[in-house]
């Protein structure tokens, strides 16, 4: 449909299909994001139009508001809600009434932030606010990145959905690429990590500390595998569309700090935070130097946490990613004053043992990132110190899958990090190379993939 509407229409074509397919989850939903593209359409043309300061900034002002009010209220409505209950109840004064709960808008918290973005772009005269009320509508509701991200910019986006490009064999070979290592990432790594990890995570009190100890560090390959599998789709989706979308994962757990992790995991977000968010709080608290900083990575990550959910375990997975790249940043001037000293940027080693500790140090933060009750967190992290025995295995061809999905998940990024132009197989210059992986990927897929449509984990945010 895209590629025979006339080029000039084809950002239209893709508006009603991102409309048609996100009415299908919900209809009620697509109005609140109609309301958020026309305020933002609305507001970002009015601080186009003044040179007035003061106006300008009002209208950014009033646009935030009226972006995140929804966000607010569907995010944080039922953890309101039963704190109220709960302070009700201890003094036994609550008059029970059947309960109204609502239903989180899917991809509120991405489309929200893409929104927000513009709006701010517009105010910094980055970009100049898009004329076309139905290219901001399709920016804020394109299909591929509605549900979760990646979180694009305006001015990456915009111009691409104006020129709506022809058809082309590259575009579409690497889109349909990307898409078919998106899938098996989800379906084969993800999805078959999940079932052994969900059987411990959520029976723990059965379980040993042992065992938990393994959940805990293959939770992070789960959420790799899905979220990392769906960007690659969406990516994938656009790329064959004609449409560049930014890269959310770079080989994440390669990683030999905390905050070269956070530069290649969830990167659409990161940038985010730190382009609107921790870029500014440096400046403001600039007068505080090197304290400056560590504030503003503690309300980052803190309200970061916040944007997972409104609950005091996404709330500690934020202070603890905070206090781990505060310590990094207090202690870098030493760090590379002692790898200089001893020569370790190039010791295999150390960078081998760095990699380990980084990941670990994620691992366990994951424990409150898994938006479990805070009580059941802090039950899991105590019994992984107090508790031993033999691992749980369950059905042995769940594990034995699991395994050899991680395995290879992990020797192409092995591969794509330090050897990055040997070892191609979906790349490689040889046609016959090429259709094998294809095909044994694809096989793969059908044979050990757990096909029953289990949702993403992001699709909660």
């Known amino acids: 449909m895209y590629f025979v509407t006339p080029q000039r229409y084809r950002w239209l074509t893709l508006l009603i299909v991102s409309y048609f397919f996100y009415i299908n989850i919900?209809?009620?939903?697509?109005?609140?994001?109609?309301?958020?593209?026309l305020s933002t359409y609305f507001f970002t043309r009015l601080i186009d139009g003044t040179n007035d300061e003061k106006k300008k900034n009002k209208y950014m002002v009033i646009n935030i508001i009226l972006i995140l009010l929804p966000l607010f209220f569907y995010k944080y409505?039922?953890?309101?809600?039963?704190?109220i209950f709960m302070f009700l109840d201890?003094?036994?004064v609550r008059w029970p009434l059947p309960?109204?709960?609502l239903l989180l808008p899917i991809g509120i918290s991405y489309y929200t932030f893409m929104a927000i973005g513009y709006t701010i772009d517009v105010y910094s005269e980055e970009i100049k606010a898009e004329k076309n009320l139905g290219i901001v509508a399709l920016f804020i509701s394109f299909f591929p990145l509605i549900l979760s991200g990646p979180i694009e910019r305006a001015n990456n986006m915009l111009p691409q959905f104006r020129s709506g490009k022809n058809p082309d064999y590259d575009m579409i070979s690497s889109g349909a690429k990307l898409m078919l290592w998106g899938y098996f990432?989800?379906?084969?790594?993800?999805?078959?990590?999940?079932?052994?990890i969900n059987s411990i995570f959520?029976?723990?009190?059965?379980?040993?500390?042992?065992s938990l100890i393994v959940a805990t560090l293959l939770y992070p390959i789960q959420v790799y595998g899905d979220l990392g599998g769906y960007s690659?789709?969406?990516i994938g989706v656009s790329k064959i569309l004609g449409i560049n979308v930014m890269?959310?994962?770079?080989?994440?757990?390669?990683?030999?700090s905390m905050s070269e992790f956070w530069r290649r995991w969830h990167i659409s977000l990161i940038s985010w935070l730190t382009d609107y968010l921790y870029t500014p709080l440096t400046f403001a608290f600039r007068k505080y130097k090197i304290w400056g900083i560590v504030i503003a990575l503690m309300i980052t990550f803190i309200l970061s946490g916040l944007w997972h959910g409104a609950s005091l375990a996404f709330l500690v997975w934020g202070v603890m990613q905070g206090v781990l790249l505060s310590i990094e940043a207090l202690t870098n001037k030493k760090k590379l004053t002692f790898e200089k000293k001893f020569n370790l940027n190039n010791n295999r080693l150390y960078i081998i043992i760095s990699i380990i500790i980084t990941y670990i140090l994620f691992a366990t933060t994951e424990i409150f990132g898994r938006g479990t009750d805070i009580n059941e967190a802090i039950t899991i992290f105590h019994k992984m110190f107090t508790t031993s025995g033999n691992i749980f295995i369950g059905t042995s061809s769940i594990v034995i899958y699991m395994i050899f999905g991680i395995t290879l998940l992990l020797l192409k990024d092995f591969t794509d990090e330090f050897y990055p132009n040997k070892f191609l197989l979906f790349e490689s210059k040889y046609k016959i190379v090429r259709i094998v992986s294809f095909s044994f990927v694809f096989i793969l897929i059908l044979l050990i993939g757990v096909l029953d449509g289990s949702q993403f984990i992001y699709f909660q945010f």
């Not at 919900?26 to 593209?37: G, R």
């Not at 959520?202 to 042992?210: L, T």
């Open 247 to 256: 890269d959310n994962f770079r080989r994440p757990f390669f990683a030999t």
């Open 90 to 92: 201890q003094f036994n």
């Open 77 to 83: 409505f039922n953890e309101i809600n039963n704190s």
């Open 99 to 101: 309960k109204i709960k």
């Open 232 to 234: 690659l789709i969406a």
């Open 202 to 210: 959520e029976n723990a009190e059965f379980h040993n500390g042992s």
């Open 26 to 37: 919900e209809p009620v939903f697509a109005l609140l994001t109609a309301a958020i593209s």
């Open 185 to 196: 990432m989800k379906l084969v790594v993800a999805d078959r990590t999940g079932i052994y």
